[in-house]
């Protein structure tokens, strides 16, 4: 049998009692690991199941085009409100809608789209074309939408619907026909676009990109049609006029025809407009010439171009369906504030602002 010496044996003993309370004392360090590495795979090959949804009692039909895939990329919803075959702009149509669109597909989302049609005829011609304009591989969702009920009983004839008179009634629609497209596609989406089929382009094709990357709620782009730098008035920070004693007991007897006669919401002094911006007015565009990141606070956002994260609607905003500032229990309804301008009304008590990005720019037709 082999003896061990007992130096050796006592020598081990030793070490073996000292080594923890030396490792103990040591400074602590911190791991150094390596992170993995995500690969971005490819997504499964996949179909559109196509589905049609006919709803009776509120007259409308929904048809979706899904893959029903959930990968682990935030997602996009891109929405658009499309009246005719006319209402892309002069000599375009569904298909340049669309590349519109596509020019702010960026690769780190997915995205979904979703569009409510005015005209049965073209609600049929977009469905018809759906498996040739989209691949499923690159798109979630597509929902369709046609819903008469929205158009039926407005007040107002087509003719007259840039007159100061109808807006009240007109901007109602609006709000109706965006919060109605929204509340039936917006689903599992973080942030959405909205857009007015008739948008040419963008001048930067990582426009929705520097949205998302802000981190603000609301945003809209300065929207320019020809020489007009500025052609959204609604996306404004200010006072606005207020109405007299006289305009208010119309609204106190909710004489609501008589008021729309009277009275159209409109700007006070002090204002401000993106055209403030283009005109260099007080050298501010001067101080930020170039400056893609640069944004200003506004009141109210106009709709042209409307990017929101999607909790600002699961929270409770919406385009609001009547003019709520300066609303009372005994009126019907306010004097300002109505659809897209209404919008930051009710979402500011809840934490949210909305924001204006006056050197990204997307032209309309």
């Not at 499309?82 to 569904?94: A, C, E, L, M, P």
């Not at 009372?328 to 209404?342: C, Q």
């Amino acid at each position: 049998m082999l003896k061990i010496p007992r130096l050796v044996l006592t020598a081990c003993v030793v070490i073996l009692v000292i080594l923890p309370f030396v490792f103990f004392a040591l400074p602590e360090r911190p791991l150094s690991i390596k992170p993995l590495k995500v690969v971005d795979t490819p997504r499964p090959v996949q179909n559109f199941k196509r589905v049609e949804f006919h709803d009776v009692y509120a007259n409308f039909t929904k048809i979706t085009y899904d893959t029903h895939y959930s990968g682990p990329k935030p997602s996009v919803l891109f929405l658009s409100s499309i009246g005719g075959s006319g209402s892309y702009g002069k000599d375009r149509n569904f298909e340049d809608l669309m590349n519109t669109l596509e020019s702010q597909r960026q690769p780190d989302y997915d995205y979904s789209y979703a569009f409510l049609f005015a005209s049965h005829e073209e609600f049929r011609n977009v469905d018809s074309r759906i498996n040739r304009l989209m691949q499923p591989h690159m798109v979630n969702k597509v929902t369709l939408i046609y819903a008469p009920f929205l158009e039926k009983d407005l007040g107002f004839t087509r003719d007259e619907r840039h007159r100061s008179y109808v807006q009240r009634k007109r901007r109602r629609n609006i709000a109706r026909s965006r919060n109605f497209l929204l509340y039936n596609s917006l689903e599992d989406h973080e942030y959405t676009l909205f857009i007015d089929a008739d948008v040419v382009d963008f001048a930067y094709n990582n426009t929705l990109e520097k949205f998302i990357k802000s981190d603000l709620d609301i945003i809209v782009p300065r929207i320019s049609v020809g020489d007009i730098t500025d052609y959204d008035k609604n996306s404004w920070r200010g006072p606005r006029a207020k109405p007299n004693d006289d305009d208010l007991r119309f609204m106190d007897e909710n004489k609501w025809d008589e008021w729309d006669q009277k009275w159209t919401p409109h700007d006070d002094h002090n204002m401000w407009h993106f055209n403030h911006f283009a005109e260099n007015k007080n050298g501010e565009k001067d101080s930020h010439e170039g400056d893609l990141d640069y944004y200003v606070p506004l009141d109210s956002v106009g709709g042209a171009v409307l990017y929101a994260k999607a909790d600002v609607y699961r929270k409770g905003a919406m385009f609001t369906t009547s003019y709520v500032v300066g609303t009372e229990w005994t009126r019907h309804e306010g004097y300002d504030g109505i659809e897209t301008e209404g919008l930051c009304y009710v979402a500011r008590p809840m934490g949210f602002k909305c924001w204006g990005f006056p050197n990204l720019v997307a032209h309309h037709s």
